[in-house]
């Protein structure tokens, strides 16, 4: 069946039946055994986080996030150049010889349909890049609709890299939004490291992400599947809105991903635009100038500073004297098994909010929001009772152009929106931004 919409929102980790279109234009249809009603053709499905209990634990959860701070930090010296190019690939070769890349802890897969016939693959969900690969599980299948080019393509991620060769080919997301010669990536299980149990990733980024990744044309970026899906017709707007809620188990139906458009079913008020930052290098991703303070006090925690939304970061991370701050404001101290910042029962009965002014807009983030999910501490190497927090240290001082790194931690109190056409962010409240879910 073929949904015709100009807003599309795509499910992960679904398996749906259509019962039926009735004459409203309303679509009906089951999604684990529940009924799920979509008006006006507007394509709503949950997907789910799916967190792998293996990884998370001795502090892997932080030392992931690190990594890919400091990937973001110092991705651009040597992009743009072939021999840069190879001094990264042969670089990332030899630590991954030496100290095994950091597989992704937290993940948000999406099965995205490759080829004719199709061949799904899971796929993670990246906000902080934007080529599209494939083959680090399930391996590449050639159909009649893939054409190989003449390029190498290598992408780093900081918490792991693949290196593979360029196809184009027919892209599946949903019924309705089929991207035909879509640049993707195409390697194998031994030449991808740190994706166990996915496939690869779609990259919905910047397109300007994706300049320097290929050889021997290192010069040419690629449009990622938003951009094509938006100049073949198939959207009506070249942007993205991203909705998720608070998890409390390893694997949640928890949000949607929307091409196109914005589900304002899914947010309160109205979405606060601000134009993406122009300080580098978080001008380079989905990038923002934001302040943060600490309670009812209006204590100083981060000027306005420049930092990224990214959906393949778990944690908040904060320049180390902001960080600094907010441990002396918390009284939180560090713990070893979990690499979280824990407080006791009454220092966390007396945590206030954190308040992130974002354009002329402040939104709150309750103390609740901080707090890491407790169903989950075992999961982390924590304690079934433990109170640990999602704000962490990125690993510099403030001042370097990347001072923060709102990740899904608190992605999952907001609604987003990433506006390729527009260069702009945009965030709005929503039904679980204040929800005491921890």
């Not at 939004?177 to 990259?203: H, K, M, N, R, Y």
């Not at 100049?231 to 998890?247: E, H, K, M, R, Y």
Request: glycine share 10%; aromatic share 8%; hydrophobic share 40%.
């Amino acid at each position: 069946m073929i949904i015709n919409s100009n807003v599309i929102t795509i499910a992960l980790f679904l398996t749906t039946s259509v019962l039926a279109l009735p004459s409203s234009s309303s679509l009906i249809i089951t999604h684990n055994d529940k009924k799920v009603v979509i008006e006006n053709s507007l394509i709503t499905l949950p997907f789910a986080r799916r967190l792998n209990t293996t990884r998370l634990r001795g502090g892997n959860l932080l030392k992931n996030d690190l990594a890919r701070a400091k990937h973001f930090k110092t991705r651009t010296a040597t992009r743009k150049s072939k021999e840069g190019l190879e001094k990264r690939k042969t670089s990332a070769l030899s630590a991954a010889i030496g100290v095994p890349a950091t597989n992704q802890a937290v993940d948000y897969v999406l099965t995205v349909g490759v080829g004719s016939p199709v061949t799904n693959y899971s796929l993670l969900v990246d906000t902080g890049s934007s080529n599209t690969w494939v083959g680090a599980h399930t391996l590449y299948r050639r159909t009649s609709t893939s054409a190989a080019t003449v390029n190498a393509v290598f992408v780093e991620y900081g918490s792991g890299f693949f290196f593979g060769q360029e196809f184009t080919d027919r892209v599946t997301l949903a019924p309705g939004l089929v991207i035909e010669d879509q640049s993707i990536g195409v390697t194998t299980p031994a030449s991808a490291f740190g994706f166990d149990g996915v496939d690869g990733i779609i990259g919905i980024g910047p397109q300007d992400l994706t300049c320097g990744t290929l050889t021997p044309q290192v010069d040419e970026c690629i449009p990622t599947v938003t951009d094509n899906a938006f100049s073949q017709n198939l959207i009506s707007s070249d942007l993205v809105g991203i909705s998720f809620q608070p998890a409390t188990s390893t694997s949640d139906t928890n949000g949607e991903l929307t091409f196109g458009g914005t589900d304002s079913s899914k947010f309160t008020g109205d979405i606060t635009f601000v134009p993406i930052t122009s300080t580098s290098p978080a001008s380079e991703f989905v990038g923002l100038d934001q302040s943060i303070t600490y309670g009812s006090a209006n204590t100083p925690i981060l000027a306005t500073t420049a930092g990224i939304m990214d959906t393949g970061t778990t944690l908040l991370m904060i320049a180390t004297d902001a960080f600094q701050a907010y441990q002396t404001a918390t009284g939180a101290v560090p713990d070893s098994n979990t690499g979280l910042l824990t407080v006791t029962a009454d220092q966390f009965a007396a945590l206030e909010s954190l308040f992130f002014t974002i354009g002329d807009t402040t939104f709150e983030f309750t103390p609740n929001a901080q707090l890491w999910p407790r169903a989950l501490n075992t999961a982390i190497g924590g304690t079934t009772d433990g109170l640990y927090l999602i704000v962490n240290d990125i690993g510099s001082a403030s001042g370097e152009g990347l001072d923060f790194i709102d990740g899904m931690a608190f992605l999952e109190r907001f609604y987003t929106v990433y506006d390729t056409a527009g260069s702009r962010f945009g965030i709005a409240t929503t039904s679980f931004t204040d929800a005491e879910t921890n």
